[in-house]
């Protein structure tokens, strides 16, 4: 865990989260659904596809390294209905963390969102898992992958701008903005935007490369999990 960069004028006023794997575990679970999904083609996973999802822009981009690896020929309308109802069933989890943090700040009236780069009808199958939990806490979802307001899916800045935005009261700048996220293309596009961002991440496995390693010295803090984020240290306590 690295320290926040220290800005004795940072002024947080809204708040932007990342979706799979930072709030809920769906990264592991899409592990598990494509590896049922090769093994009843009569297919192995492979470590080249594991190693994609956590950093994967969409599901055509990962169905287009499954498709390459493997040797298959899965249509995307084929993928993506194989993947809906394989999550119905799945046992997907908030991470650690995040109910505790997420309720600290919505009793710190504190404006919260969600900016993913999946598609509405999959955030709306994950999040429905959670009753109220989501629709209580965050103002809107923007779902990069069939959004039309968004032109550009992660790295791109765009779904940061877009859900930043949506607000009632909107912040003044990207600057009084912090995101959240857990993969590098999503920190890349994260930090790109202007805000203050934080990276939540066990797999330093992601880190691979010197450009990698730039972004992470780049975000204000480095996290394993959303159990170690103090809010006090960039302000996020109730003024009450």
Not at 67 to 86: A, G, Y
Not at 103 to 131: D, Q, R, W
Not at 181 to 198: F, P, R, Y
């Amino acid at each position: 865990m690295n320290k926040p960069n220290d800005n004795t004028k940072m002024k947080i006023t809204h708040i932007l989260f990342d979706f799979d794997g930072t709030l809920v575990n769906t990264i592991d679970t899409i592990v598990n659904i494509v590896e049922r999904i090769v093994t009843e083609r009569n297919r192995q996973m492979t470590n080249e596809i594991r190693d994609f999802i956590p950093n994967m822009t969409s599901y055509r981009s990962l169905l287009n390294v499954i498709n390459e690896e493997l040797n298959l020929q899965i249509t995307l309308d084929e993928f993506k209905v194989d993947m809906l109802q394989k999550h119905l069933d799945a046992d997907i989890k908030l991470m650690p963390g995040v109910k505790q943090l997420v309720e600290h700040l919505y009793h710190c009236h504190i404006p919260m969102a969600i900016a993913t780069g999946n598609s509405k009808s999959f955030y709306e199958v994950i999040s429905a898992k959670f009753g109220n939990f989501f629709p209580k806490h965050f103002h809107h979802c923007v779902c990069a992958y069939d959004d039309q307001e968004v032109a550009n899916q992660k790295p791109s800045p765009d779904v940061y701008y877009i859900a930043a935005k949506r607000f009632p009261q909107p912040p003044v700048s990207m600057e009084n903005v912090l995101i959240f996220e857990d993969s590098m293309t999503g920190l890349k596009g994260a930090i790109a935007s202007g805000a203050h961002t934080v990276f939540v991440t066990k797999n330093s496995s992601q880190i691979q490369t010197k450009e990698h390693n730039e972004l992470v010295k780049k975000t204000d803090l480095r996290l394993e999990t959303l159990e170690q984020f103090d809010p006090k240290k960039f302000n996020l306590h109730s003024s009450e």
